[in-house]
């Protein structure tokens, strides 16, 4: 199958309400490269123009920007520009995973390289505490014995029915505890939650951050700016590897995400951030587009 090309333009403008005078801010904007995406090109442009930039990769593997501000602003303008080729997604047949009892065994006693690195994503983190409620909310997917693709995409499912996506209901600071009450939230609340769940067994799973094409109504133009930063978990199979899935919208993503890193949860990829000097509050607003060129040859 061709790989489908996509060029993305993500735009992040914070207005200050007084000025600042010293920003420091990173950035996790570049589309990292995987099995199944070349990234092609990329930029990153900054308003005002940094007196410092640098980049590194991080723990993750992540390729970082780090940018200095040092002339009085009101305004921040980041905006990033890629162009990336997708290939279809390889999904094995869940028959053929190991159950997931299994897994979590493995990741207690294996040593390979594989598995250890993995174990790091089986222990809490910021915004993704272990608590007895996430396990009991999982069980009635992980059956004894239950391949571990089956039991994930059995809780996937029950996540996509049993949440309603509700842009009103929670900020990056909710707990995660809320989110399970109410049962309302966001791609990044649904993330964590799935990987509270799988944590909670003993099983690996990591937050993954990209970008999704979103398509419009039939007979309708897709709006400059819609398409969205999004959120999805990856969980680890001994043999096989990260399997994404995507429990905003039941799928294993494939043709359509586009993937910029990942870490244990939100706050280790989160796109724009940064430590500023005046100021005090401002108004932050963001826009995607992911425009899907024609496929490449085969």
Not at 57 to 67: L, M, Q
Not at 72 to 80: A, E, F, G, W
Not at 136 to 143: I, N
């Amino acid at each position: 199958m061709k790989a489908q090309l996509f060029e993305i333009a993500h735009t992040t403008v914070y207005d200050y309400h007084a000025p600042v005078t010293v920003s420091h801010h990173v950035m996790r904007l570049t589309p990292r490269s995987l099995s199944r995406q070349r990234r092609i090109t990329h930029e990153i442009e900054v308003e005002p123009a940094p007196a410092v930039t640098n980049r590194r990769v991080d723990y993750f593997g992540n390729e970082t920007t780090f940018a200095t501000i040092e002339r009085t602003h009101r305004r921040l303008r980041v905006t990033s520009r890629s162009r990336v080729a997708i290939s279809p997604a390889f999904i094995p047949e869940a028959g053929e995973t190991p159950g997931w009892e299994t897994v979590r065994g493995m990741c207690r006693i294996d040593r390979t390289a594989s598995v250890l690195e993995a174990t790091e994503f089986t222990f809490a983190s910021t915004a993704v505490p272990l608590d007895p409620s996430f396990a009991e909310y999982a069980a009635p997917s992980f059956e004894p014995n239950r391949p571990i693709l089956e039991a994930v995409t059995d809780l996937t499912a029950r996540i996509y029915h049993e949440f309603k996506f509700d842009p009103t209901a929670t900020t990056v600071s909710t707990p995660l505890a809320e989110v399970l009450e109410k049962r309302r939230g966001v791609c990044q609340d649904f993330a964590h939650l799935e990987i509270a769940c799988l944590r909670a067994l003993g099983l690996p799973a990591r937050y993954v951050s990209g970008y999704l094409e979103t398509l419009p109504p039939p007979g309708q133009e897709k709006l400059v700016g819609s398409d969205a930063s999004h959120a999805w978990i990856s969980f680890f199979c001994p043999g096989i590897g990260w399997i994404d899935v995507d429990p905003t919208n039941n799928i294993f993503p494939s043709m359509q995400h586009i993937t910029l890193g990942w870490g244990r949860d939100y706050a280790d990829v989160s796109p724009v951030r940064g430590v500023i000097l005046g100021a005090g509050s401002h108004a932050l607003n963001v826009a995607v587009d992911v425009v899907p060129l024609e496929a490449e040859p085969a």
